[in-house]
């Protein structure tokens, strides 16, 4: 699904990974990156801890987006994140913060979809 959905994606458009942990959140964004990647041994890591990694493939950038440790909403705004829905692919794990209330309107018109991994 992942591979077949990074042939179809065109920037700028966010994809909110919802599921619990062990859902597949991080797999379906390896493969999905994998499948647009430049250079292909490029390795793929999890943003848990750095929050962002930014990768350059065939469609330009890819952010993916780790939000599991964001507790203040200022955070996001620090990370560009916004902007970057605006101009590139993003992949989102955690995404919960960008529906509240106080963020719909930086994503009203940001082309965004949910994909529940939920199992």
């Given at each position: 699904?992942?591979?077949?959905?990074?042939?179809?994606?065109?920037?700028?458009?966010?994809?909110?990974?919802?599921?619990?942990?062990?859902?597949?959140?991080?797999?379906?964004?390896?493969?999905?990156?994998q499948?647009?990647?430049?250079?292909?041994?490029?390795?793929?890591?999890?943003?848990?801890?750095?929050?962002?990694?930014?990768?350059?493939?065939?469609?330009?950038?890819i952010?993916?987006?780790?939000?599991?440790?964001?507790?203040?909403?200022?955070?996001?705004?620090?990370?560009?994140?916004?902007?970057?829905?605006?101009?590139?692919?993003?992949?989102?794990?955690?995404?919960?913060?960008?529906?509240?209330?106080?963020?719909?309107?930086?994503?009203?018109?940001?082309?965004?979809?949910?994909?529940?991994?939920?199992?």
């Open positions: 699904m992942a591979e077949s959905m990074a042939d179809d994606v065109l920037p700028p458009c966010s994809i909110f990974l919802d599921g619990g942990l062990g859902a597949g959140k991080t797999t379906f964004s390896r493969f999905f990156i499948r647009l990647l430049k250079d292909k041994q490029q390795s793929i890591t999890s943003p848990t801890f750095n929050i962002v990694q930014i990768y350059d493939t065939t469609k330009g950038s952010w993916h987006v780790d939000l599991y440790r964001i507790k203040d909403e200022r955070e996001i705004v620090e990370l560009g994140l916004f902007e970057a829905m605006y101009e590139c692919v993003c992949l989102i794990e955690w995404p919960q913060i960008l529906l509240s209330s106080s963020f719909r309107q930086y994503i009203a018109n940001c082309k965004y979809m949910v994909l529940d991994l939920g199992i």
